[in-house]
Nanobody
Framework: QVQLVESGGGLVQAGGSLRLSCAAS????????MGWFRQAPGKEREFVAAIRWSGSSTDYADSVKGRFTISRDNAVNTVFLQMNSLKPEDTAVYYCAADSWFGIPRKRVHDYVYWGQGTQVTVSS
């Protein structure tokens, strides 16, 4: 079965950096766009970043543009999220997700068919 397993979360001070990874199995990874979403307590799950199957196109939420970078390595079925200049408002559970869409990366939660279990990111002030 399809599995997406996130790692790399943790506790970091404001201004610090973290790199999240998401290892995929059970699917043809290069056939899927990949996205990162996050959910803070009491809030809806929101889009963070997405990357096309080939890596040729990316998109970001306005709140993370210039600070976060999404990338992928299809040889090892893994997508990454490099997070720099972290802020307390970035605190959330971060999820990776897979979308079988070949066009421009999409941003809506319901476009993504497979989800990981999430990894906690906590940014202290």
């Amino acid at each position: 079965q399809v599995q997406l397993v996130e790692s790399g979360g943790g506790l970091v001070q404001a201004g610090g950096s973290l790199r999240l990874s998401c290892a995929a199995s059970g699917l043809t990874f290069s056939n899927y766009a990949m996205g990162w979403f996050r959910q803070a307590p009491g809030k809806e799950r929101e889009f963070v970043a997405a990357i096309r199957w080939s890596g040729s196109s990316t998109d970001y939420a306005d709140s993370v543009k210039g600070r976060f970078t999404i990338s992928r390595d299809n040889a090892v079925n893994t997508v990454f999220l490099q997070m720099n200049s972290l802020k307390p408002e970035d605190t959330a559970v971060y999820y990776c997700a897979a979308d079988s869409w070949f066009g421009i990366p999409r941003k809506r939660v319901h476009d993504y068919v497979y989800w990981g279990q999430g990894t906690q990111v906590t940014v202290s002030s």
